[in-house]
T-cell receptor, first 113, second 109 residues
Framework: NAGVTQTPKFRVLKTGQSMTLLCAQD?????MYWYRQDPGMGLRLIHY???????AKGEVPDGYNVSRLKKQNFLLGLESAAPSQTSVYFC????????????FGPGTRLTVL | TQLLEQSPQFLSIQEGENLTVYCNSS?????LQWYRQEPGEGPVLLVT?????EVKKLKRLTFQFGDARKDSSLHITAAQPGDTGLYLC?????????FGTGTRLTVIP
């Protein structure tokens, strides 16, 4: 089992460019999440999904869109990147909600110039 | 607004020393989790505490959930260089977790 994988690992964008981050999990988990991690801010939830075909907003959803067309994949899109979106992005998945363990991917480091 | 405040933010100690880090909130939570994150990797779950006053031990790590379920602590006995990392507490919401700001621990050999 690969667990949770993320592509790409690193990316540099110019302001206004778009990109999609891919998250894949092979644990048959229902729940998937996208977080961003910034110094001194901890992990903040961007969007999450409670099952295939569903998405919901988290704490900091502005400037991002997501899609969950397949149960194993959760895509995070930036339509028009801004320097404020420079961050490390983590995807996670869990079997259920609440106290269930979240399994994290290795992260994507994004720099927007 | 941070629901969870962790202290200290940074901690650097010598190998063999004991330490305690804290996770505090003004809100009551049904449960709380502790994660450890090493450089270049995602967080990994260490423990989940559910009952007020609960104490759980994981080798040299002792986790406690406050009686009122508003705070938690992590105590490490005889710290090792392998304990170095970012320690994050997270409170469980309806569908997701709310993470604290983290404590970055460095254990010097």
């Amino acid at each position: 089992n690969a667990g949770v994988t993320q592509t790409p690992k690193f990316r540099v964008l110019k302001t206004g460019q778009s990109m999609t981050l891919l998250c894949a999990q092979d644990m048959n988990h229902e729940y998937m999440y996208w977080y961003r991690q910034d110094p001194g801010m901890g992990l903040r939830l961007i969007h999450y999904s409670v099952g295939e075909g569903t998405t919901a907003k988290g704490e900091v959803p502005d400037g991002y869109n997501v899609s969950r067309l397949k149960k194993q994949n959760f895509l995070l899109g930036l339509e028009s990147a801004a320097p404020s979106q420079t961050s490390v992005y983590f995807c996670a998945s869990s079997y259920t909600r609440g106290t269930d363990t979240q399994y994290f991917g290795p992260g994507t480091r994004l720099t927007v110039l | 607004t941070q629901l969870l405040e962790q202290s200290p933010q940074f901690l650097s100690i010598q190998e063999g020393e004991n330490l305690t880090v804290y996770c505090n909130s003004s809100s009551v939570f049904s449960s709380l989790q502790w994660y450890r994150q090493e450089p270049g990797e995602g967080p990994v779950l260490l423990v989940t505490v559910v009952t007020g006053g609960e104490v759980k031990k994981l080798k040299r790590l002792t986790f406690q959930f406050g009686d009122a379920r508003k705070d938690s602590s992590l105590h490490i006995t005889a710290a090792q260089p392998g304990d170095t990392g970012l320690y994050l507490c997270a409170a469980t919401g309806a569908n997701n977790l709310f993470f604290g700001t983290g404590t970055r621990l460095t254990v010097i050999p």
